[in-house]
C-alpha cells in the first residue's frame, strides 16, 4: 500500500463523520471572511482559504466537542475560529518567510504584496476573535487568548533562534508548541470546554492536541532529512539550507566533536554550504542516530496522545482520533 | 502664545489628574510586553512604547472610567489593552508604509527587519487579548472585537483606496475610522461599560471617542496641505507626494473641471508629480474652496465631541475631555 492510498484515510474517515457540521463551518468561514468594504479581502483569503488545506484543526473541535456530546451550535463557531487564526498565521508566516508558494500555489504576498498579507491576517484574526466572542464563553477566550500568546512568542522565538547552534531542545519545543501544537491543543480543549465536560476530558483533550501537534512537526522536521527515503510533499534538505536548528540538528550539534562543530558553525551558522553539504550532514546526523532519536521522540509523542484518550469517552470519533495520531506518524514508522 | 506652548496642555492636565492610574498602566504595560523566552519581543516593544507617545488612548479610558465613577481595577486592564492594540498596529503599519521613521526614532522594521515588526506586533495583539479577557466582561470584549474588525477593514480599505480618484468621502470616513476614531471610540465606550454606566452614557462615550478620533485625523489630514501655515509635526506634501486620497483632494477632484482632472490623474494615478506640482495642487485646493469647507467638518466634529459630553456626569475630567475636543483642532482654527 503506497503512501498516497493511505494519506488521508482518518482524516477522511472525520470529514465524512462531521460532514454536516463541516459544511455549516465552510459557510460560516465564508460568511465571516467576506468584506462589504474592502473587496481584497476576500480575493486574498479566498486564494487561501479555499486552496484547499486539510482542516484538520476545525476538525478537532468539532470532534472534540461531539466526542463530548455538544448538541450547541457554537462549535461550528470555534472551529470557523482556529482555522481563521491558522489562516492568518499562515499570511503572516508567507511574509516572515518571504515565502513565494503555499500548498503548490503563490502566495498571497506575491500575488498581491506584503502589505496585504499583513493587513488580511490581522482582518482574519480580529474576525476570529468576533466569532469567539460570540459564544459567550469567558473560559474559551482565556484558553485562545492564550494560545494566540504561545503562537506569537513561538514565532518570535523561532525568528531569534534561526541560525543560533545554541538553541536548546527546550527552546525547540516551545518553538514547535507555538507554531503547531499550542493551536492543535486549543482547538481540541475548547471543543470540550464548549460541551461542557468534565475537567478531567478537557485536560485530556488539551493533551491530546499538545501531543498530536508535537508529534506532527518533529515527524516533518524529520521529513525534511528524508527520513521516509521519498521526501514526499518537502523538499529535502530546504531546512538545511534555510539554516534551521530543528531537532535532528540539535542533537548532532550536542554530540559533535571540533571538526564537526566547525562543520555546523560554517553550514548553520555563516550560512556558507558547498555541494555535498547536505550529504555531510546526514552523514553527521545518521552517525550520531540523530535520526534515529527524533522518530522515537516522535512515536513517543503520538503513543501520548493515544493514551489520554483513554480519559475520554467510548465513541467512534475517538477511534478516529486514535487512528488520526498513528496516521500522523505512519510516514516515518 | 506660541503653538508649543499650547500644545499638550488638556492632555498634561489629564496626566496630572490620571497621574497613579497612569503609573499604573505603564506598570502593567512593561510587566506585559516582557517575554521570559523570547527577549527580542521587550527590545523591539521597549523602542516604541517607551518612545514616548502622548498615551491618550490609555487616558480616555481612564477617564471614561474614572468620570463614571468606576473604583475597581480593571480600567488599568483596559487602559494598557488599548495602548498594546495601538503599538500593534503601528508595527504593521510601518511595514506596510515602509516607514523609516516614527516619533523622530528609525522604525523598528528598519532597526530590526520587517519580520520582527509583523510577529511582535501579532504578540502585542495577543497580549492585550489576554489583558481584556482578564476583564471577565464579555460585553467590553465584544466592543473590542468590532473595533478590532473595523481597524483592520479600515486599514485594507486605505491599501485599496490609495491612488484611486473614485474614493468617495463615506470611504475616506471608513477609512479614518478604521484608522483612528474606532480605537478612540472603544477606548472611550469601554471605560464606561467597566464602571457599570448608564446605557445613554455609554453612548455618549463612544459618541465622543468616534467624533473626538474623525475631528483629530481631518485635522492632521488638513495640516499636511499647510493649512496652518507652519506645516508642524509633518512635513508638507507628504500625503501629496505618497499619493493619497485624504478629504481635501477627494473634494477637489469631485469639483474639478476636465483640465484639472487631468492633473489629479497624472499626480494621483500616475504619480507622475514634478516641480511645481504641490503648488499646482494647493492651487485647486484653494479655488474650490477644498481646504475650507474641510476645516468646517473638522470644527464640526469637534464641536460635536463637546456636545455629547453633555450626557455625562458633572465632573473635573468631563471638562478636561471637553478641553481636548477643542484643542485637537486648536492646530487650525
Redesign the interface.
Known amino acids: 500500500m503506497s503512501l498516497d492510498e493511505t494519506a488521508d484515510r482518518p482524516l477522511d474517515r472525520l470529514a465524512t463523520h462531521l460532514a454536516a457540521d463541516m459544511d455549516a463551518v465552510n459557510a460560516l468561514i465564508r460568511r465571516r471572511m467576506a ?1 462589504d ?5 476576500p480575493q486574498v483569503t479566498a486564494h487561501l482559504v479555499e486552496a484547499g488545506g486539510k482542516r484538520i484543526r476545525p476538525m478537532l473541535t468539532l470532534a472534540a466537542a461531539r466526542l463530548c456530546g455538544y448538541g450547541g451550535p457554537y462549535h461550528v463557531h470555534l472551529a470557523a475560529t482556529v482555522e481563521f487564526i491558522h489562516t492568518a ?1 499562515l499570511l ?1 508566516d508567507d ?2 518567510d518571504e515565502s513565494a508558494q503555499r500548498r503548490g500555489r503563490p502566495t498571497a504576498n506575491l500575488l498581491w504584496d ?3 498579507s ?3 491576517g ?2 482574519l ?3 476570529s ?2 466569532l469567539m ?1 460570540e459564544t ?1 464563553s ?1 473560559r474559551v ?2 484558553i ?3 494560545a ?2 504561545t ?3 513561538g ?3 523561532q ?2 533562534a534561526a541560525q543560533d547552534l545554541a538553541t536548546t531542545e527546550a ?1 525547540y519545543l ?1 518553538v514547535i508548541r507555538g507554531k503547531t501544537a499550542a493551536l492543535f491543543a486549543a482547538a481540541t480543549e475548547v471543543g470540550g470546554v464548549i460541551a461542557g465536560a468534565p475537567e478531567d476530558q478537557v485536560r485530556a483533550l488539551n493533551a491530546y492536541g499538545d501531543a498530536l501537534g508535537i508529534a506532527f512537526q518533529i515527524v516533518d522536521d524529520l521529513l525534511d532529512y528524508g527520513i521516509a527515503g521519498d521526501g514526499i510533499g518537502k523538499n529535502l534538505g530546504d531546512d538545511f539550507r534555510e539554516r534551521k536548528l530543528t531537532l535532528p540538528v540539535i542533537r548532532a550539534v550536542a554530540r559533535a566533536t571540533p571538526e564537526e562543530r566547525a562543520f555546523w558553525v560554517r553550514t548553520i551558522e555563516k550560512g556558507d554550504q558547498g555541494a555535498g553539504d547536505l550529504q555531510e550532514a546526514l552523514r553527521l546526523l545518521d552517525r550520531h542516530g540523530a535520526l534515529e532519536t527524533t522518530r522515537a521522540d516522535a512515536l513517543a509523542w503520538a503513543a501520548k496522545a493515544r493514551d489520554v484518550l483513554g480519559g475520554l469517552p467510548d465513541h467512534p470519533l475517538r477511534e478516529m482520533l486514535d487512528d488520526l495520531a498513528s496516521y500522523v506518524v505512519e510516514r516515518i514508522n
Open positions: 468584506s468594504h474592502a473587496p481584497r479581502i498565521t503572516h511574509v516572515v506584503n502589505k496585504s499583513v493587513l488580511v490581522d482582518y484574526f480580529s474576525r476573535f468576533q466572542v459567550g469567558l477566550l482565556d485562545l487568548a492564550n494566540s500568546a503562537i506569537a512568542e514565532e518570535v522565538l525568528l531569534s527552546v516551545r
